[in-house]
Every structure is written in C-alpha cells, then in structure tokens.
C-alpha cells in the first residue's frame, strides 16, 4: 500500500515547477537539445555559482555574511521540516498498525499471519475497498497541494505538509504487517545513511546535475507504470528488478533535489522574499521526504524479513 508515493514524486516536482517557479529564474528541469557550439558555454548553475562567487569576492563582510547564514537556515529548515514530516510518519504508522492489528483471536476479523489478527477496524482498513482510498489518500493530497500552495500562506502550507506526512503513514501502515519491526527499523537506519551521503554530495558538490531532473522523473513514471503492472502479474522477479532501479532512481534524486533546493536560495536571496522562500523550503522538504519514504519502501523489499 504505498506504491502511489512514486507518482506523489511526481506530482511534487511538477507542482514545485508551477507554484514556486512562478519567480525562478531558471527551469528545475532544463531545455535540451540545443547545439553546442565551441568554446563550450558554462550551464546554468555553473553561472549561478560564478555569480555567487562574485558577490561573495566583490561584497566581502556583512552581505556575504549573510547568504552564507541565510543558506545555513534554509537548508537547516528544509531538514527540520523533513524530519518532522518523517517523525509523524512513523508515528502515523506504527499507531495504526497498532490499532488494526491484536495477538487475541476473540478480538479478531481475520488472520493475517500466525499469531496476528486483523481487528474489524484493520478489516476495514486493509480488506475492504477503503484499502483505494487509504493508499491513494497521498497522491490526491499532493495533487490538492499542489493546487492551492501558490495562494497559501507558508504557515498553512507547513501544516497541510505535516498533515499529508500522517497521511502517509497511514498509507504504508501495513508494512508491519508484512515485515518484522527489527527489519524496518534497521531498513529504516540504512535509508537514514545513505541519504544523508546522499544529500550531503549533492550540496557540496560542485558539478552540475540539473541534466540528471528529468531522466530521473521519467524514471520515477516507468516505475509507477511497471509497478501498476505487477499488480496484476505478481512477478517476483518484475518486482526485484523494480526494487533495485527505484532504489538508484530515488538516490539520484535525493542528490539533485538537494542541490535544487540550494540554488533555488542562492537565486532569490537577494530579493528578499520570505514568504516564498518559506514556500520553497517547504516544497524542499517535500521531494526530499519523498526520496527518503520512496528509497526507504524499496530498500526494505531487499532489507525486509517478513513476518
């Protein structure tokens, strides 16, 4: 039940280029195709970071001061309200599973495995066709978002954020029903270090892979279509070979949307914009929470010993 994360990927990135590019100066996803004509012209970002370097080098002290901090407290933010989307998450999860779930067959509606019943609320939310509605909650969430975020205070979109980050762990709630809680939360420390490098890099990195945005959502698209696929074919091998490309697809991203997310600042510092860049940490936070549950999801197919 948390397949539809893939295409709620999607959504955010798309409905991060309308809302928040409304003001950018450049496209998350760049124009390709144009020749190239010697001497080689540096991309976008490469101007970007040379512009940077010039303010830096030419308005030395408190300007400069400035960026460096006000970077450091947007990217800070951006981690904050990603942690706490995650906090909730898990949270949201393990306290519906906790509900739907008992060890006392007179409590039970169905069983779910030895020793594990289903109670009639976990009937209900796991047998029943509100199963549709709780796993596709968090796409129609981040399709509503999308929609409504340019005309949002950054205060009520920081709380629909949090809201669809329960949403969500209601959605993949049934992951402790099929694997131990050992595995998910040593699934869980691995995705915790790989993206952490992962991000790491990619804000400290000085090559440009803005190339790499939209090779890797069309990778999420093929995902999703492969993915609504198995459903009906219930290949083992399909779903491996969807496990192992989700997981380098999503660890891409996690590189490029953070780097995104700092070019972003550095290309509306100057204006001063709060309100925006407050949106923009928190449409940040978003691909990011969703690299993380996405590269999570997948790792925990390899990583997962079910129940």
Not at 65 to 84: C, F, P, Q, T
Not at 134 to 140: E, K
């Amino acid at each position: 039940m948390g397949r539809p994360c893939e295409l709620a990927k999607v959504k955010a990135q798309d409905s991060r280029r309308k809302s928040l590019n409304s003001k950018a100066t450049f496209p998350i996803f760049p124009m390709k195709g144009a020749a190239v004509v010697p001497p080689p012209q540096e991309t976008h970002v490469e101007a970007l970071m040379a512009e940077f370097d010039t303010v830096r080098a030419g308005h030395a002290g408190a300007r400069t001061l400035a960026i460096d901090e006000g970077l450091r407290a947007h990217m800070n933010k951006v981690y904050g309200l990603m942690s706490i989307g995650m906090v909730l998450t898990a949270a949201a999860a393990w306290a519906i599973a906790g509900l739907a779930t008992t060890t006392d067959p007179s409590l039970a509606a169905a069983q779910v495995g030895a020793d594990k019943y289903l109670t009639s609320f976990g009937a209900a939310l796991y047998l029943s066709p509100l199963k549709w509605v709780v796993m596709f909650a968090p796409l129609a969430f981040v399709f509503a978002f999308g929609a409504v975020i340019s005309r949002m205070s950054a205060a009520a979109a920081q709380l629909v954020f949090y809201a669809f980050a329960v949403t969500m762990g209601v959605s993949i709630s049934s992951i402790f029903l099929v694997f131990t809680g050992y595995s998910i939360v040593q699934t869980f420390l691995v995705t915790a270090v790989a993206f952490a490098g992962l991000s790491l890099w990619g804000y400290t990195t000085k090559k440009d892979i803005s190339g790499w945005g939209s090779f890797l959502i069309m990778g999420v698209i093929g995902l999703l279509v492969a993915s609504i696929v198995n459903i009906f074919l219930g290949s083992p091998a399909v779903m491996f070979a969807i496990s192992a490309i989700g997981i380098l697809i999503f660890a891409g991203l996690t590189a490029y949307d953070t780097q995104n997310i700092k070019n972003t600042y550095l290309a509306h510092a100057q204006h001063g914009d709060s309100e925006w860049l407050g949106k923009s940490a928190i449409m940040g936070a978003l691909n990011l929470y969703l690299d993380f549950i996405n590269m999570f999801m997948f790792l925990l197919q390899f990583l997962g010993n079910r129940e």
